[in-house]
């Protein structure tokens, strides 16, 4: 007997819904519709596929409150932040409606044949595994531009998010999509592997922890299929002596603060400076007194609970492991159900979970450096590589560090961030491939090289 998916609402702690997995013939009867959908959609003009985009996007405006107060219910998601990120899901959808041609459109290279391109055509059912932090977000990010360049998905949720799976589905039939196209799976683990063992399944792209990473590549690979890996991060933030903190201070703030610390790209850990050391320390203090924080469906609300309680007990070894070993505990630090106190911690060094590990939470890690020179150091001592930030007045000798930094990503001034128009991923253990723009659409295609003579 195959067990049952509980959601729970992680601020009021009480159950919210009660779903069934799906049995094995419920399984292949979803993807042999997948299978049979594929075969008509990826024949379906391109037109009329990113038209799609734009019914997807309206409904998603339409109904952007409902969609959000689910999200808010089932991971505790400030209120006023799920709406931002149904807004963004919509606003991809338009991105891609008005780009994915262009895209997708035949690349000519010039050879010594009459004629010859690449012609970018789509694989067939892609399995996509996500995580709950941006329930929407990073399923809408795997699927618009997945359907439009004409493959079907199926997706297996984190199950503390099951009620949002579902109305993902539900958003692709009610925007007109052909039903098949994009399926959610009610599925364990165990069915994941036989998913992905699968011979119509022909790819997967994992957003979620190392740990998951590694086991699904590992099954991918094992059946030559290609794997897409957006895992975790623990970016450094650089607080460089003269840091316009009058500027970006609110922004350094979000950074580690925005979607309750749980955030892959989030500003893990502030490398700041000694010389603007006193300032910077001053600062956050004051900003961490002003967050507002209890009930995320009050739209005050800047920070609450985490999304289930095992992860604030996770989060408060990981902090307190790092207090026994040296770290300086300034403020936070107590746990009450998912609820995590926001957190400083100074004098924190490699060795320390706060330093080495990806801490999902309100954590704010500070590493005093003497300069410029050890700052960059600092930052690029870390098994992952999914971005760095530097804020510096003197962003034109930032420029020559740009080849330095071996993450997928460097800002200047700003947070890291995802932005539709540009490519978004990690390197090291913080997965590979990329997401959004023009290379998010190419990943799951096959680039057919195409030669003709007369
Ligand atoms: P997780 O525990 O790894 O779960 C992610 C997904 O993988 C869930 O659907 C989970 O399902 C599934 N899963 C886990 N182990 C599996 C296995 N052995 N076989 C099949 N499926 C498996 O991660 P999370 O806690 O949901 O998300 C937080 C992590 O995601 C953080 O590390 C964060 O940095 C990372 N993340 C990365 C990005 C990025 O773009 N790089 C973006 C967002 C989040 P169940 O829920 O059923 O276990």
Redesign the pocket.
Known sequence: MKKTIKTQNPYSGKTLETYKYISDKELDEKLALAQTTFEEWRHTELEERSALLLDVAELLETKKRTYADLMTAEMGKPITQSIAEIEKCALLARFYAKNAENFLADAIIETDAHESFISYDPLGIILA??????PFW?VFRFALPTLTAGNTAVL?????VTGCALVIQDIFEEAGYPKGCFQTLLV??DQ?ETVIKDERIKAVS???????GK??AEQASAQLKKSLL????NNACLILGDADLDKYMDTIFKARMQNTGQ??IAAKRYIVVEEIYDEFMERLKSKLKKLKIGDPTNPETELSVLARPDLAEDLKKQVDKSIEIGAELISGNTMDGAYFEPTILTNVKPGMPAFDE?T?GPVASIIKVKDEDEAYKMASTSKFG?GSMVFTKDFESARYRISDIEDGAFFINDMVKSDPRLP?G?TKI??YGRELSKEGILEFVNNKTVYINK
């Open positions: 595994v996500m995580p709950w932090n941006y990073q297996k949720h984190a199950s503390n364990d683990h994941i994992l957003t979620g922890s190392e740990k998951a086991s699904i957006e895992l975790g991060g955030s892959c990806e999902f999914l978004f990690g913080s997965g």
